[in-house]
């Protein structure tokens, strides 16, 4: 059957014909706009190493809320700037913490929109590393549980709708998940960042979250980027631990882990499109090195076909703009 019986290039010829055969779609409904809350401005405050993106005020976050609804964009994954840093991070607990203000005030206007609250410390301790430290400065695993399960449980008095750990401790989401049900929000959802790496494409966000560890690195608790087993073993934990979606962070070089995850656990499986990709992406078209809608909407959509449900990412707005002129 092969040539001259077989032509590839026949369904190619029109765009409807290649519309036809398209085995995977790229939609407004699988995109995630993530958001920096600092609710001491005033005003906007643009990210310089993330053209486009900027810290906002609470009512900056409502606008991007309902900017999100117009375009289709059904979720927002919030970050927060605190006034103050400390030891343990209590600024990520707060009931008056700009994560929860806007995500109580966007509730109450935009009830629709799915929530989602990163449950880390690092941006709110003064150490920067993402839970208290123990006497060989050292993340304290077990200390760091019973601060991230505070702060999941005032993200979800604020109406958080899903909780997405970020910290890479052992055991987070099932303790977590007990103080969930044990406050009474057991209809409040876990998206696990299971398979998070330890990588260097987080560099623009820790300006973005003013979050760079004060010393040392995250590669004692985030994962090494070469081992995909390893990635497969967290996401199992996860799940026996009561995760409700997985993630997989950052999305580009780990399309082999988003594949690996989604075929062997069955379970819905997210990816984060993170800084650095940004970063890189506006660094080349910014240049004139590539376009830079055709080159966006490329990568989202090998993200998807890579077996990504939904994606996380800086482009969402730009790229529900692009896709609804299509
Ligand atoms: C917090 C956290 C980080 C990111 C998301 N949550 C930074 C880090 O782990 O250093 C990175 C997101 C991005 O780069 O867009 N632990």
């Known amino acids: 059957m092969a040539f001259p019986l077989t032509r590839m290039r026949r369904l190619r010829r029109t765009p409807a014909l290649r519309e036809l055969v398209r085995e995977t779609r790229l939609d407004a409904g699988d995109l995630v706009l993530p ?28 606008s991007e809320a309902a900017e999100c609804l117009a375009l289709g964009i059904p979720a927002m994954l919030f970050f927060g700037i605190p006034p ?90 099932g303790f977590i998940r007990a103080a969930l049900d044990e406050a009474g929000y057991t209809e409040v959802a876990i998206l696990a960042y299971s398979a998070k790496f330890a990588s260097a494409f987080y560099g623009p966000f820790r300006e973005a979250a003013d979050g760079a560890p004060a010393f040392g690195d995250r590669r004692g608790y985030q994962m090494d980027p070469a081992n995909l087993r390893e990635a497969v073993r967290e996401a199992e934990l996860d799940l026996e631990e009561g995760a409700d979606a997985l993630m997989v962070k950052p999305a580009i070089p780990y399309l082999d882990v988003i594949r690996r995850i989604a075929d062997q656990t069955g379970a819905p499986v997210a990816a984060y499109n993170v800084s650095g990709e940004y970063a890189m992406v506006k660094a080349a078209a910014a ?18 076909r890579a077996g990504a449900d939904f994606v996380i990412t800086y482009h969402a707005k730009d790229a529900a703009r692009w896709l609804q002129k299509m």
């Open 287 to 304: 240049v004139g090195a590539l376009d830079e809608q055709t080159a966006v909407l490329e990568l989202l959509t090998s993200i998807r």
């Open 35 to 62: 958001i920096f809350v600092e609710a001491a401005l005033e005003a906007p405050q643009p990210i310089d190493a993330m053209p486009g993106v900027s810290r906002q005020p609470i009512n900056g976050a409502l």
């Open 84 to 173: 103050e840093k400390d030891a343990e991070g209590s600024g990520a607990w707060d009931p008056e913490g700009g994560v929860q203000q806007a995500i109580s005030a966007i509730k109450a206007a935009h009830p629709d929109l799915v929530l989602i609250a990163d449950c880390c410390l690092c941006e709110y301790t003064d150490h920067g590393h993402c839970g208290p430290l123990s006497d060989s400065r050292e993340v304290d695993n077990d200390a760091a549980l019973e601060l991230l399960a505070r702060t999941a449980v005032s993200q979800a008095a604020a109406g958080a709708d899903v909780i997405a750990p970020s910290d890479m401790m052992d055991g987070r989401v």
